[in-house]
């Protein structure tokens, strides 16, 4: 009997509503920091990685082009990119990143740097996104923010979407930084947990 679907089983709807939005107006790239937090505090507050197997939107969205579409090739992923010295590589690499596009957007706030529209795939290809700006009532700096993490949302994005076609759909899932930092934590709490017994 086919199982019927909850609530959560369309969240691949918020994720590509997310990049359509950042399209037209990129101070929508504010709401991925709930693809930040919520892991995280999923994480913290459950010891268990319930985001990445249930509330994942871009998983979902992955296992749907890639799986129901047929756009994957479903091959096993390579075992370099599984390895612990990749996925927590990565994960360093894209804290770098992070916090290079926080400092961009320190100097925008701080008048030292002007608003850059652009969008940059995969921290080297740079998108011209003006159209995208519109202005705002606040300082530059929020605009610049939304630039730069509306960059790093795409790339990995993109990341994922071209690991789903060469693997399996939902490739991206086993290298991608969110699910390494919640994994992490998940095994700091079982460590704490274990100890207290």
């Known amino acids: 009997m086919k199982q019927k679907k ?3 089983d369309f969240l691949w709807i918020v994720s590509l509503s997310y990049l359509i939005l950042g399209f037209f ?15 995280l505090i999923i ?4 010891g268990n990685k319930a985001y990445c197997n249930k509330f994942c939107g871009r998983g979902q969205l992955f296992s749907l082009i890639g799986g129901r579409f047929g756009l994957s090739r479903k091959k096993d992923i390579p075992k370099w990119l599984k390895s612990a010295w990749f996925r927590y590589g990565f994960l360093i690499f894209f804290f770098v990143m992070f916090f290079m596009m926080l400092w961009n957007t320190y100097l925008v706030f701080a008048g030292t740097k ?3 529209t652009v969008v ?8 011209p996104w003006r159209w995208a700006y519109h202005g705002t009532l ?3 700096g929020v605009a610049q ?11 990995s994005t993109v990341l994922g979407l071209f690991t ?5 759909p939902r490739s991206w899932c086993v290298y991608c930084p969110m699910g390494t930092m919640t994994q992490l934590i998940c095994k700091a709490k079982h460590v704490t947990s274990s100890r207290k017994k």
């Not at 107006?25 to 892991?39: D, E």
């Not at 940059?120 to 998108?127: A, E, G, H, P, V």
């Open 120 to 127: 940059t795939l995969l921290w080297t290809f740079r998108l």
């Open 6 to 8: 909850k609530w959560y």
């Open 138 to 140: 606040f300082s530059d």
């Open 145 to 155: 923010f939304a630039f730069g993490f509306y960059s790093v949302m795409l790339t």
């Open 114 to 116: 002007n608003l850059n």
């Open 43 to 46: 994480a913290i507050a459950g």
């Open 25 to 39: 107006n990129i101070l929508f790239a504010w709401l991925g920091l709930l693809c930040f937090f919520i892991p």
């Open 164 to 168: 789903m076609v060469l693997c399996k």
